[in-house]
């Protein structure tokens, strides 16, 4: 059970980036769609998409489980699932994130910033307690039907593949605490994007699937939130294998991607990006039709 004063911190976050919305939304949106440039072909057919999980879902909990490759996909997600306005009548449906605190909390805008688009910030290697609070934040929420997202490899991808990486089980824990949760699985890649980095590059254009699971184990305790943690990741890693055999892949002699949509070769991405402001106020690109 969460502390009242945790309660409390939680319903003041929430209200305040509601009444912060239509300022906050507009400028995150401006920052990735017009100073960044980055595009989804197919958005309207993918927010659709989106919709009709949702309302497959129902009133149950839900769980935003995606892959990780840039300190902003988060931003990325949000954006791609969801209109402004949708954001204004329903703030609900802004997800909570959970970013890295040494990733953003030394900057005081940034910490501004991620505190309006509702993150809860987690320690990598924190203390057993300091876990177990912010587990307990996400079941509250999730109580509460408010959407989270939660990257289950816990960082951003040093391969470029969810294939190999291990998983979290802090959303196995979760669905365990909540049974009746179901998860909405997403996957999101730029066409020039490689492998890791801070942020896209401008101008990048987003294939996204999306699908919705309901996990389930024989196993309880730590063995059984594994065993969950693993069937979203393997469901993720389906959601890539089909991002490969529709869009040509890297090979040895060919590491330039093709941009199925422009028809035209598309550089490699640099190391660095440009230095958007972050603020996990999540979102993502160009949909693709996702996986029947």
Known sequence: MLARRHRFALQLQRWISRVNSPWFIGFFYFLLQVWAGYSCPDLKQFRKRVRDLLNQAGDRPLIICANHLTMIDSMIINWLMFGYVDYLRHWRLMPWNMPEIRNFAANIPLRIMCYLGKSLYVERGGTLAQRRLTVEKFRQLLEWRELICIFPEGTRSRTGRIRGSPPTYSVGELCQLLPEAQ??????????QQTWGHVPKRGERFAIEIDLMVPATPHS??????????????????????????????SETNTVPLDPVAATAIPPEPAAGPAIPSAPAAATATATNPPS
């Open 221 to 250: 305790g730590r063995r059984g939130a594994k065993d969950i943690a693993i069937q979203i990741m393997e469901k993720l890693g389906t959601m890539e294998d089909h991002f490969w055999t529709q869009f040509p892949t890297y």
């Open 183 to 192: 998860v909405l699985c997403v996957y999101v890649r730029g066409y020039g």
